[in-house]
Structure formats: structure tokens, C-alpha cells
């Protein structure tokens, strides 16, 4: 089992920026695909930034250049610095890691980008 605890949500007015943690701990692999996904009130839980085992990293179109997702050496903290935040980034936002056919999930933090 994998266990995913997010941290670094809060409140912040449009422009501002915050640093999104997530640590794993259990039986985590170098291997796979970690992501962090979004759920805003009434929508349905999209991708926002994922990075692969190699390095390679992908965003949605309405963050590129203002998120940057990364990791550590030993992959077992993830982060997603989000730059020139906007009231449309509010969220709840969730890590994600994929190994071993099995897609692992955090409780989410939520993120709250006033106007």
C-alpha cells in the first residue's frame, strides 16, 4: 500500500503563489507516473501537471507556465509550485502516483485563490 499526504493549500488573493507538497510513504517504487489532479466546485477532476519515472514532464494548457511540477531523487515527495494564481485555479487539488497497474490517491488540499 501507498499512502499520499498533501499539504501547502490555502488562501491566496489572484497573482500570489503557493507550493503544493505531497509525501508518499509504503511501499513506493521509482517507477510510475506521479500527477496532480484539481476538482473545483461542479466540475469534473481534471489534470493539471504530471511527471514520468523518465523526467518528462506534462501540463494542461490553462497552467502552462505558471505551474511547475517536480520531485526528489528519490521520488517519494512531490511538489507543484503554482505561479500568477487565479480565482479559476480554486480547487481541491490531489496527488496522484501510478505503479504497479494501481493508481494511489491523497485526500486532496484545497486551494483558494480570492479575486
Known amino acids: 500500500q501507498v499512502q499520499l499526504v498533501e499539504s501547502g493549500g490555502g488562501l491566496v488573493q489572484a497573482g500570489g503563489s503557493l507550493r503544493l507538497s505531497c509525501l508518499a510513504s509504503g511501499s513506493i517504487s521509482s517507477i510510475g507516473t506521479m500527477a496532480w489532479y484539481r476538482q473545483a466546485p461542479g466540475k469534473q477532476r481534471e489534470l493539471v501537471a504530471e511527471?514520468?519515472?523518465?523526467?518528462?514532464?506534462n501540463y494542461a494548457d490553462s497552467v502552462k507556465g505558471r505551474f511547475t511540477i517536480s520531485t526528489n531523487n528519490t521520488r517519494n515527495i512531490l511538489w507543484l509550485q503554482m505561479n500568477s494564481l487565479k480565482p479559476e485555479d480554486t480547487a481541491v487539488y490531489y496527488c496522484v502516483r501510478n505503479q504497479y497497474f494501481q493508481r494511489y490517491w491523497g485526500q486532496g488540499t484545497q486551494v483558494t485563490v480570492s479575486s
Open positions: 511527471i514520468t519515472s523518465g523526467g518528462a514532464r
